[in-house]
């Protein structure tokens, strides 16, 4: 390795490979994916056994809107790690450790974008549709 | 330390003791050979050869459309050709492909020697060839399956004769192929990467790699367990997909979905990643927004899993259940949206050179957005209830495939074409190529949508004249042949002799990454010193780079024990933690493949005695393999890796490849799994006598008792892992001695509990059948490889310190113990609970 690598010592402890997971980018897709099957299988299972509609709804809206809230909580952590406003640097292309670290938190940032958008649009249709037909 | 020389002599003698340890086999030992970049050649080849019988096939169908009331087929040879032509053209070429094409390149990309399990792959590759040859060879003997490549129940399953049963098993096996592959492909992209490659600088291919090998984990299996349900109705009657007793063809249609929509994205990714590699190439900067890609790429892979009802919206679901997936099939858009700005962003503020893969790519682009557009039609229920099952869905379905896989492929070809076979393919003939195919398919298909709208069902073997539909369906030929005239000159282009060109430049396109340090002339080796990489782009950031991987700078320059071995690094940050030994050419791979063949393809034709013959002859085959093979002890334990790097020889759990291996297949076999215990509560929302009046249940103290078994069977299998740790080995053999037997009183409780059942009579006591049969075969196997680990440690290959064998066996154990209790806790606790 390069000397510029050692000076950096401390870095690479502050950024060390045991607290990164690649698991973690994928929390907001992953809530995503709970929230879908549970909105599908919920509402599959109380039309087929006739309960009552009008709780369920309610019960996946509230649902929803926690889904939202935790993915909200995993953008809020992925922004935080990516720190854009103080690197200034949104693109993370060298391979040093805090790139790597930065990089992770925007990939999580920008997947926890696109679950929330996921989960408003499944969402809808329990606004929208008002029972089983 | 990089910048000293290395003496002439010595580097020399380093290469050539590398080229004699992975020298690839001569003469009719060719077919031994285990290298990636061979076995990856004919893995493309047999996937392309599938590729054109299945186009023959088209080309059939087409003569047969040409005009009204044709009758060149019959209308049983047209169902058929048209479910063999879409069954090779997805099992057979789209997703062994992808596997084909990353197994020949991603060690190239990651400057790898091989691929961390080669003989594995050389063992799919088998699979493939064998499995394929039998699917479509079906068709000579005019016994192929008929019943449309998505095989719905009942019309498959009362379907007479073989074809069905051709199609289950023989896909299933080809399935378990691609599921080895998958694993080997992430594992390589995990372990195998080059020093200093952090996750946040590898090659976007890499990325697409792991997320589709992922989506096939998750993906594949359902739709094995469904061909395990659907086998269990076609060969003893189960009642399954058999509404008369309980049983529901919908969960087929779940099962198969679950399956077949990501394999669309399955099969549109890996393509996307050859248009990630090209675009930066000749746009000649980094790729733009590579965050981005890899969103959109991880994104796509999650939201596609929510898709698979849009293929059943006229099945009379509720229209709120149908809302959802409409919802998501547009929420999909938008990861793939985001992945073709990013490219076109590279595109305009690059230097673009029209190369000849760049021509491909843009024609892909061309023909996927057109179906695209149409896709965001059909996601939504009303539009789609019109055009269902009609041509529009064939023309938006050719639309996405050729565009999303045909084309891209073709542009990989090209441009990776000089790295595969160190020559260059003819500019003049791709042209020729690339018009013929991209008007040919316009024409062909752009009709289609028409004939649809015009009401002309798909699947129809002839039509009557007068509805409008003639001239369209005469055009739609007349393109057909046309895209086959295209295809004609790619093929012979692809496999014109070339040996008069003159030697080829090594960098021909001057690409950023690291696959171009390949050696010209070929050299079997992988690369010549395994580089430490700090950028993207490491050729265009680090110009001395080449030169040093030749003069063996960098790691691995040697071969001191004659050994093949490739550098296994840590996942995130790819710091190298281990010289791994991969093995050589070898025919138990052949054996292995041959036999499991057999397993597979005599139950077809219900002769059991000889399956059962070559599922033994296949297990000895591959315990042989992994005996003589796999976690060998060292003759030292650590070693010179180069640059003044000493690495363990051997690891043993997380820190190996195989425990890593094992992890993914077995989350797959989850996967199968937990769609088992999926269809068992399917039948209980789905259907009203689920389980039926007076129905007979597991007896529940033999459940309880498998279940308590199988406890003490993990108990002693991590104990056995534990003490051998600990040196006490006698402990430890003990325990192993104890544990299979526990694990065989466990499966015995549990099938003996549904003993009285008869599984014929209703889906209930069938499925309570089924997931015991499924727990006994998985403990099956387990008490296999307990024994494997007992002689282990008998015979000196498992010790104290290696005992990797052990770890995988635990690892295993986790999860079959974990089905098996899920599975006594269905069988023993629904009864109450329904
Ligand atoms: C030479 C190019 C091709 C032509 C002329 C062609 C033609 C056709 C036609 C006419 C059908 C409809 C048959 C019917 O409904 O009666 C069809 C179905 C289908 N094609 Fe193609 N095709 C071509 C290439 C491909 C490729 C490259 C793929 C996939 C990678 C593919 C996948 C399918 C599938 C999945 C079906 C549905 C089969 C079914 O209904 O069971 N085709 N093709
Ligand atoms: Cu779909």
Redesign the pocket.
Same mark, same amino acid.
């Given at each position: 390795m390069t000397e510029g690598n050692k000076t950096r010592r401390e870095d690479q402890e502050e950024f060390a490979e045991a607290r990164a997971s690649l698991m973690k980018i994928t929390l907001g897709p992953l809530i995503w994916a709970l929230h879908f099957v549970c909105c599908y299988g919920v509402v599959a299972v109380t039309c087929a056994k006739g309960w009552d509609y009008g709780t369920v709804r309610a019960g996946l809206l509230i649902f929803s809107a926690g889904a939202l809230g935790g993915i909200a909580v995993v953008g809020w952590a992925a922004w935080r790690q990516w720190d854009v406003s103080h690197t200034a640097d949104p693109v993370n292309r060298l391979g040093r450790a805090e790139d790597r670290y930065h990089f992770l938190g925007h990939a999580a940032f920008l997947l926890s974008i696109i679950s929330a958008i996921g989960v408003v649009f499944v969402t809808l249709p329990l606004v929208l549709i008002g029972g089983c037909q | 330390m990089l910048a000293e020389p290395v003496a002439r002599d010595i580097a020399e003698a380093q290469a050539e003791r590398l080229r004699a340890a992975w020298a690839t086999p001569k003469g009719w030992r060719y077919v031994t050979a285990v290298n990636n970049t061979e076995v990856g050649k004919w893995y493309c080849l047999t996937a392309l050869v599938f590729?054109l019988l299945?186009?023959v096939m088209? &080309?059939i169908? +087409?003569l047969q &459309?040409a005009v009204p009331e044709n009758d060149l087929v019959s209308a049983d040879r047209f169902n058929q050709l048209?479910?063999m032509?879409?069954s090779a053209?997805?099992f057979l070429?789209?997703v062994p492909m992808f596997e084909a094409i990353s197994i020949l390149l991603l060690p190239g990309m990651l400057g790898a020697r091989d691929m961390p399990f080669p003989r594995l792959s050389a063992f799919g590759y088998w699979c493939f060839l064998i499995g394929g040859i039998f699917v479509i060879g079906s068709i000579f003997f005019n016994v192929a399956p008929r019943a449309?490549?998505?095989m719905y129940p009942p019309l498959a399953t009362m379907d007479e004769g073989p074809g069905s049963d051709i199609w289950l098993l023989g896909l299933s096996f080809i399935e378990v192929a691609s599921i080895a592959a998958a694993v080997e492909l992430i594992v390589g992209t995990l372990k195998c990467r080059p020093p200093g490659m952090r996750v946040n600088i590898m090659p976007l291919y890499a990325w697409y790699v792991l997320v589709v090998g992922g989506m096939i984990l998750f993906a594949f299996p359902p739709l094995i367990a469904g061909d395990f349900l659907f086998e269990l109705e076609r060969s003893f009657d189960w009642p399954f997909f058999d509404p008369t007793r309980g049983g529901d063809p919908m969960l087929w249609q779940h099962l198969f979905w679950i399956f077949g929509h990501p394999e669309v994205y399955i099969?549109f990714l890996p393509s996307i990643a050859i248009a990630a590699m090209v675009v930066p190439t000749v746009a000649r900067r980094p790729m733009f927004g590579y965050s981005w890609i890899v969103l959109s790429a991880v994104g796509t892979g999650f939201l596609s899993f929510g898709l698979w009802v849009h293929h059943m919206f006229t099945t009379g679901l509720p229209s709120i259940s149908l809302g959802f997936f409409s919802a998501a099939s547009e929420a999909v858009v938008i990861p793939t949206g985001i992945q073709i700005f990013a490219f076109l962003a590279t595109l305009l503020v690059g230097r673009v050179r029209m190369t000849l893969p760049m021509l491909w790519i843009s024609g892909a682009l061309a023909i996927f957005t057109m179906g695209g557009l149409t896709g965001v039609m059909l996601a939504l229920a009303p539009f789609d209830f019109q055009a269902h099952d009609t041509y529009f869905i064939?023309a938006h &379905?050719?639309y996405t &495939?050729?565009g999303g896989?045909?084309f891209p492929v073709i542009a990989g070809v090209y441009y990776f074409f000089p790295f595969i076979q160190k020559r260059l393919m003819s500019e003049r003939l791709g042209r020729w190529a690339f018009w013929l195919t991209f008007s040919g398919f316009n024409l062909?298909f752009l009709p289609m949508h028409l004939t649809g709208l015009l009401g002309m069902p +798909? +699947?129809?073997y002839t039509y009557p004249t007068g509805l409008g539909w003639d001239w369209l369906n005469l055009i739609s030929t007349v393109g057909?042949f046309v895209?086959?005239a295209g295809f004609s000159v790619f093929v012979w282009d692809l496999i014109r002799p070339k040996h008069r060109q003159p030697q080829i430049p090594r960098n021909p396109w001057d690409a950023g990454t690291l696959e171009w340090t390949h050696d010209v002339p070929e050299e079997a080796w992988g690369v010549r010193s395994i580089p430490h990489v700090s950028t993207r782009y490491p050729l265009w950031d680090e110009p001395q780079m080449l030169d040093r991987i030749d003069a063996g700078r960098y790691y691995l320059p040697d071969a001191q024990e004659g050994k093949r071995e490739t550098l296994v690094t840590s996942v995130i940050d790819a710091v190298p933690v281990q010289v791994q030994r991969v093995t050589g050419p070898t025919w138990i791979t052949l054996w292995a493949a041959g036999f499991t063949g057999g397993a597979f393809i005599f139950p077809t034709f219900h002769w059991y005695p000889p399956a059962i013959l070559c599922g033994v002859l296949a297990i000895c085959c591959i315990i042989g393999w992994l005996w003589t093979a796999t976690a060998q002890v060292p003759e030292a334990d650590s070693k010179d890796a180069g640059l003044g790097l000493s690495l363990p020889t051997y690891a043993a759990g997380p820190a190996s490849v195989g425990w890593w291996a094992m992890w993914i297949t077995m989350l797959g076999d989850a996967t199968a799994f937990a769609s088992l215990v999926f269809g068992f509560f399917f039948y209980w929302t789905a259907s009203p006598d689920f389980p039926p009046a007076g129905a007979l249940h597991p007896e529940a103290r033999l459940v309880g008792l498998a279940a308590l078994a199988f406890a003490a069977n993990w108990a002693l299998t991590v104990g056995a892992r534990w003490l051998n740790r600990r040196s006490h080995v006698g402990g430890a053999r003990l325990c192993l001695i104890v544990a299979p037997l526990a694990a065989a009183g466990g499966a015995t409780a549990l099938v003996w509990s549904v003993l009285s059942l008869d599984p014929t009579s209703h889906v209930y006591p069938a499925i309570h059948w089924a997931l015991a049969v499924w727990v006994a075969v998985h403990a099956g196997a387990g008490v296999i490889m307990q024994f494997y680990c007992l002689a282990g440690s008998i015979f000196g290959k498992l010790t104290p310190r290696y005992d990797a064998d052990i770890w995988n066996v635990s690892l295993f154990w986790h999860f079959v113990t974990l089905s098996a209790l899920v599975t006594c806790a269905v069988l023993g606790l629904a009864p109450e609970a329904l």
């Open positions: - | 590729m299945a186009g088209a &080309l169908i +087409r &459309l048209f479910t032509h879409g053209m997805m070429f789209a449309g490549w998505f099969i064939v &379905l050719h &495939l050729f896989m045909v062909c +798909r +699947r129809v057909a895209i086959a």
